[in-house]
């Protein structure tokens, strides 16, 4: 056992507690989604208010997708995680402990304050992670780590519904909630002890380990100008992406946050059922992710990052508009179940495309064009809780999902003007690009 375990690179092991973080983020993100049925009630809350309090996580994740990817190069990836963490667990406990602090009046915005504060905590998290990504890791291995990280999110959210469906029924929502977050503390104090910034900082990364790593790119830009930052959010591929990434983010958000409350209210499962039955879409997304980070390391390094970075997004997503089609006409509840679980599952195959192409056309700034390109993805996930909290309060579930028919189609259609292109690259090869000096374009 112990010489298995000091066979794995450090690299690998780098990326497992990225992996956990990821997981654990779509835990306490999760939370409040399965337990909005119980709340509801007991606390006097509507569902146009669930959507509301869920629209100010958003809002405080998107908000700090690009500040926090500038606060992460300057302080450091080891140090960010630790501080972004405990905020993170704060804003997760807050939520279960206020109906017990508070009186009622005071509920709605307790409730609404506690979630916008999980937001800008978990904001940095996934362009940071893209930095270490880009340290760690050499650039033919990027869209791969960046779908098994994504993999992580979907366990994370297939894992939410049974695990608070079956510890509220055992202690409550509340209590359920409390113990569910405590895990992050763990997490967060072994990544304080063992975690670094780059390879050459930690102590037990060998020669050979480095050599494998290869050329290690840039160090980050520790201080962003004004001018530089403009330059980062004005190029007109990040804004693609921003633009795509935003669209793909509805269909995202309307089956990861609202499937549990679909599955009760439209198809007429059971709270229980619906708590198992949820499992599935996310699973769906899990594993589509590993699959197209695979698939997109797999076509950058035969057909060049032009193409190799649009196949997967343009299969997919387009197959996701006719999945969603299917979803809302389908008269059998199980079939429609199975049809937004393979359509999450298209989706999520292009998380790896995404975030390896915002990596590539990012280097030097990494955490700042993925930050940017992730307040796209949130901007979306603020369209998606408003339009689906009001349309789902009227019944209309059936415009909520047509809605996310189009903005599929309007994401897909993007990536035929993304050009993710590097330098003197000859098909089938994925070679580093030059840094960018600061002032210089995206």
Not at 293 to 322: C, D, E, H, I, N
Not at 355 to 372: E, H, L, N, Q, Y
Request: hydrophobic share 55%; charged share 10%; net charge neutral.
């Amino acid at each position: 056992m112990l010489k298995s375990a000091a066979a794995i690179p450090i690299r690998w092991r780098i990326f497992s507690f990225l992996f956990g973080f990821g997981f654990l983020a779509y835990v306490q993100q999760k939370t409040i989604t399965v337990a909005a049925d119980r709340m509801m009630p007991e606390l006097g809350i509507t569902q146009f208010q669930i959507g509301v309090i869920e629209t100010a996580f958003i809002a405080g994740y998107a908000i700090f997708q690009l500040p926090g990817g500038v606060i992460g190069q300057h302080l450091g990836a080891r140090r960010t995680f630790v501080v972004i963490g405990l905020l993170a667990f704060a804003a997760t406990l807050a939520t279960p402990l206020i109906p017990y602090l508070l009186p009622s009046a005071a509920l709605f915005v307790a409730l609404l304050t506690a979630q916008a504060l999980l937001g800008v905590a978990q904001g940095p998290i996934f362009p940071v992670c893209a930095g270490v990504f880009e340290a760690w890791f050499p650039p033919k291995r990027w869209t791969l780590v960046q779908g098994l990280q994504t993999m992580g999110l979907g366990l994370g959210a297939a894992l939410t519904p049974p695990l608070i469906e079956t510890l509220t029924l055992r202690m409550g929502w509340q209590r359920a909630l409390i113990w569910a977050s405590l895990p992050a503390l763990v997490l967060i104090a072994w990544w304080a002890w063992y975690g670094r910034n780059t390879p050459r900082e930690h102590p037990a990364v060998s020669p050979r380990e480095l050599e494998q790593i290869g050329s290690q790119p840039a160090p980050p830009h520790s201080t962003i100008s004004l001018r530089q930052l403009l330059d980062v959010v004005c190029d007109r591929d990040v804004l693609l992406l921003f633009i795509s990434y935003m669209s793909m983010n509805y269909t995202f958000y309307l089956i990861s946050n609202w499937v549990f409350l679909y599955l009760i209210q439209e198809r007429h499962f059971s709270a229980l059922q619906s708590g198992y039955l949820a499992i599935a879409p996310p699973l769906g997304a899990a594993f589509g992710a590993g699959i197209g980070g695979v698939l997109t390391s797999a076509f950058t390094q035969r057909l060049g990052s032009l193409w190799g970075f649009r196949v997967v997004p343009l299969a997919a997503l387009f197959s996701s508009a006719l999945l969603l089609l299917a979803a809302v006409n389908a008269s059998n509840p199980y079939f429609a179940l199975a049809a937004l679980t393979l359509c999450f599952g298209a989706v999520e195959l292009t998380e790896g495309a995404y975030w390896g192409a915002g990596m590539t056309v990012g280097r030097g700034d990494t955490m700042a064009v993925c930050g940017f390109m992730n307040t796209g993805g949130n901007l979306g996930g603020i369209i998606a809780s408003l339009t689906i909290g009001y349309l789902s309060e009227h019944h209309d579930w059936r415009a909520a999902f047509l809605i996310g028919v189009g903005f599929v189609i309007v994401s897909a259609l993007c990536w035929l003007a993304i050009r993710v292109i590097q330098g003197g690259q000859a098909a089938g090869e994925l070679a580093p690009a030059a840094p960018r000096e600061a002032g210089a374009e995206a």
